[in-house]
């Protein structure tokens, strides 16, 4: 398709001819004639006698449109969320390259996502720490600067995504790390050189990153407070080790301009059901009544369901928390050499449902690389595509997906059959 775009506004062209790429749109000053304008909610896309015209309220809204303009017929759709994101694993043995994170991005683009997270937790560059990501891929300061830079040309806001408790055994290899080290991955909490380094975190954050957001994770740290912590001071519940360090890490990301932080929720769960995760409550526990800051976002993460009341009871438990929740589903790349897409659909079909209906307005995708990050990034597109047809009303379309990808949907989805072999 032949298109001209002169007419829209410089950070309008930039984008379109950013995810390209994808699209492969002939533009042209003898193309047809493509107009954009601000509208409250959504997009909007028709043909008329002059061309092609786009209401749209974010640059990701314009860019969808563009891909339904492709589709050939006019469209009016609006996202139920405010965000819709996906997480990059890049801490599995497997760091996509600056290019296949711009590949990406510019897929997710066109489909309504508005942001990444990238999961590093030692796969970047980190000052006064050398052997931090060391003979792992790390990406280099510049090249988060330049994923970042593209990222923003598209519409999409690139937001860091660490770990600042546990999930760091790769550094424990190291003696530099060995004296911070409570036991398994988790870091030695209340000693002020996991602070120091902590703090690097962050200054190399405030410098890479534009996004003023960062998920600090503090997920699964099952064992704290029982490796070194207990030689050191003692038993201490983790509830009380964890509110401590946690408000500690907060101040830093303070000091370095972060005014907005996530973690993942489960730790506070598990704390008060007996170790349990998915523990529905009716009222606020006693332990957490009060305790957790203000200051950060819960996210609710669930990969394991398909059933819209279990969503629901569990958001209802996490609102009674916080009103500051983000959920996190799942596109099941993380079990051998081939996706389980047909299970991510489902999984995506209830959350969003149950996502809406409580009100929450940020969702994100993780694509998790668990063991060797076997399944290629690219294998759960069809996944990544039906949740954002999910947000945005039109789940049962499936040209868009194949004039996006150049595949049709259900021939992509067989790359399932060899996890379904046994159904």
Not at 114 to 140: A, H, Q
Not at 262 to 290: N, Q, T, V
Request: overall charge negative; proline content about 2%; charged content about 25%.
């Amino acid at each position: 398709m032949k298109l001209n775009v002169n007419g829209l506004e410089e950070s309008l062209q930039k984008a379109a001819r950013g995810v390209n790429r994808v699209l492969k749109f002939d533009f042209s000053e003898n193309g047809v004639p493509v107009a954009a304008k601000k509208i409250e909610r959504g997009f909007t896309v028709k043909k008329n006698a002059g061309g092609w015209e786009i209401g749209y309220r974010k640059t990701t809204d314009f860019l969808r449109a563009l891909l339904y303009m492709k589709c050939g017929g006019n469209a009016a759709q609006e996202c139920c969320f405010d965000d819709l994101g996906m997480m990059v694993d890049c801490s599995r043995n497997a760091v996509p390259t600056v290019e296949t994170v711009k590949q990406l991005a510019s897929l997710l683009a066109c489909m309504g996502y508005t942001y990444i997270y990238l999961y590093t937790e030692d796969t970047y560059e980190l000052e006064n720490n050398p052997y931090f990501g060391y003979l792992r891929g790390r990406y280099t300061k510049e090249e988060i600067r330049e994923i970042d830079a593209f990222c923003a040309d598209i519409g999409l806001e690139l937001i860091p995504c660490i770990q600042t408790l546990a999930h760091l055994n790769q550094i424990t290899r190291y003696s530099d790390y060995c004296d911070i080290i409570d036991c398994n991955d988790i870091l030695l909490c209340d000693d002020e050189r996991t602070y120091r380094l902590i703090d690097d975190m962050f200054a190399t954050l405030e410098h890479v990153f534009t996004s003023r957001k960062v998920n600090i994770g503090m997920d699964e740290a099952h064992f704290l407070g029982l490796g070194k912590y207990l030689n050191e001071h003692g038993y201490v519940s983790k509830f009380e080790i964890m509110l401590r360090h946690l408000n500690r890490v907060l101040e830093i990301a303070q000091k370095h301009g972060f005014t907005s932080c996530s973690m993942w929720s489960d730790m506070f769960f598990r704390m008060a059901s007996g170790g349990e995760y998915y523990k529905s409550f009716k009222k606020i526990p006693e332990e957490l009544d009060g305790r957790i800051p203000e200051n950060v976002n819960l996210v609710y993460w669930d990969y394991y369901s398909t059933d819209y009341s279990h969503f629901a009871e569990m958001l209802d438990s996490h609102l009674l928390l916080s009103d500051k929740i983000e959920f996190a589903g799942g596109a099941w790349k993380w079990v051998g050499w081939t996706p389980i897409n047909a299970f991510s659909l489902g999984l995506a079909s209830a959350s969003v449902r149950a996502c809406r209906d409580k009100g929450v307005k940020n969702y994100f995708v993780t694509a998790w690389g668990d063991n060797g990050a076997e399944a290629g990034l690219f294998s759960v597109l069809p996944s990544l595509y039906y949740l954002a047809q999910c947000a945005y009303g039109d789940e049962k379309n499936s040209l868009p997906f194949q004039k996006l990808t150049g595949v049709c949907f259900d021939d992509f989805m067989k790359l399932d059959l060899p996890n379904r072999a046994n159904e």
